[in-house]
Nanobody
Framework: QVKLVESGGGLVQAGGSLRLSCAAS????????VAWFRRAPGKEREFVAA????????YYQDSVKGRFTISRDKAKNTVDLQMNSLKPEDTAVYYC???????????????????WGQGTQVTVSS
């Protein structure tokens, strides 16, 4: 069983940066693909970014490309999301999720992931 815990959320002004971290406990998730999702008030949960087990391949939602970077540190058993040039529309609860790596054709569906964290709030003020 993998337990995921997010940290690093907070309040930031537009144009600022935040770094979210997803830590795994219970067992290592070095053999898992890991993704970040977010849910804004009144909106559906949406895919943000994903990284394969090796860390060699990453995927991003179009609206965050060039601003967000997902990375993993297997020694620390963490996956981070560096968020730069934040916009008010990035305001949401951010969740990390993981699934045993299966070389999937599409890493964006939430239904793909077996393990989820509780989420961390990111608020971007204008």
């Amino acid at each position: 069983q993998v337990k995921l815990v997010e940290s690093g959320g907070g309040l930031v002004q537009a144009g600022g940066s935040l770094r979210l971290s997803c830590a795994a406990s219970g067992r290592a998730f070095s053999d898992h693909a890991v993704a970040w999702f977010r849910r804004a008030p009144g909106k559906e949960r949406e895919f943000v970014a994903a990284i394969t087990w090796s860390g060699k391949t990453t995927y991003y939602q179009d609206s965050v490309k060039g601003r967000f970077t997902i990375s993993r540190d297997k020694a620390k058993n963490t996956v981070d999301l560096q968020m730069n040039s934040l916009k008010p529309e990035d305001t949401a609860v951010y969740y990390c999720a993981s699934v045993f790596e299966g070389y999937y054709s599409d890493y964006s569906p939430a239904s793909l992931y077996d393990y989820w964290g509780q989420g961390t709030q990111v608020t971007v003020s204008s």
